[in-house]
């Protein structure tokens, strides 16, 4: 049984700083593709960064890059987001799940955490 725990999210200001942690269980992140998903109040969850089973391979979701981070340590079966300079419009519910079409698209994905509320006030 797959099990994704996200944590890290919080309140900040404008400007300030997240780091989300994921931790799994039931899968190898070296065998799987990881992803970062979110869903703001009203609004369809997308994909925010999605990191490949290799590692080598990245995708951010236009508005985050230059400000988000994906990384992972395979020894701890942990997935990062480092999130930088976060505006308002980066208030979701943040979700990690295994990235099983490889295309960082909610719609193929199976199994989801709990999530992790991010709050960025102006």
């Known amino acids: 049984e797959v099990q994704l725990m996200e944590s890290g999210g919080g309140s900040v200001q404008a400007g300030g700083s997240l780091r989300l942690s994921c931790t799994a269980s039931g899968l190898t992140f070296a065998d799987w593709p990881m992803g970062w998903f979110r869903q703001a109040p009203g609004k369809e969850r997308e994909g925010v960064s999605c990191?490949?089973?290799?590692?080598?391979?990245?995708y951010y979701l236009d508005s985050v890059k230059g400000r988000f981070t994906i990384s992972r340590d395979v020894a701890k079966n942990t997935l990062y987001l480092q999130m930088n300079n976060l505006t308002p419009e980066d208030t979701a519910t943040y979700y990690c799940a295994p990235d099983e079409g490889a295309e960082c698209r909610p719609d193929t994905v199976d199994y989801w955490g709990q999530g992790t509320q991010v709050t960025v006030s102006s």
């Open positions: 990191l490949s089973g290799s590692g080598t391979s990245t």
